[in-house]
């Protein structure tokens, strides 16, 4: 029998999917995963009773009445109160005044940085018409694209500036 007929070797594609795995799916890989990390007696004292799995203790929340900085404890408890457990913890808020302004420096910056790149990838492509007016365009392109990020920032200084908030340690923001 030839080694290219199909009955010669299984077929591995059987196996495979393009699906992505559902959350069920990476459940049980992840006690897959953990059973396979166990000995065997382990196992036994699991099946047995011997030994416990992880328990779920509890669980807690908070509202709060305002967005400020405010510290805060969650209690999780077990039935059994064996188990009981504080998290301790620290809401801090922050407002950042001129976000908008941030995030139109931050898109043009992120565009600029994708058109230089994809730019570069034509540099190292064989040579042909095409890539040579898509370059053209590119670079038209980044040049607007530039002048779109001088007028943001010029627009994120001008509200910095109207804030009063010029440390750039801060970027703009005040803590509450």
Request: with cysteine.
């Amino acid at each position: 029998m030839s080694q290219d007929t199909p009955s010669a070797r299984p077929s591995r594609r059987s196996n495979v999917t393009t699906e992505p795995p559902t959350n069920s799916d990476r459940g049980w890989q992840v006690e897959d995963a953990i059973k396979g990390s166990q000995t065997t007696a382990e196992k036994i004292e699991i099946e047995t009773g011997v030994l416990g799995r992880d328990d779920r203790i509890g669980s807690d929340f908070i509202f709060f009445d305002r967005m400020t900085s405010t510290p805060f404890t969650l209690r999780f408890e077990s039935d059994d109160t064996t188990n009981n457990y504080e998290l301790d913890g620290q809401l801090s808020v922050t407002i950042n005044l001129c976000q908008d302004e941030l995030d139109r420096v931050n898109i043009a910056e992120h565009t600029i940085a994708n058109i230089k790149g994809r730019i570069r990838q034509l540099h190292n492509a064989p040579e042909s018409p095409r890539n040579e007016d898509e370059i053209a365009r590119l670079q038209a392109a980044l040049v607007a694209e530039n002048a779109k990020l001088k007028a943001a920032r010029k627009a994120h200084r001008l509200c910095l500036e109207r804030f009063q908030i010029l440390d750039d340690a801060t970027e703009g923001t005040r803590p509450c």
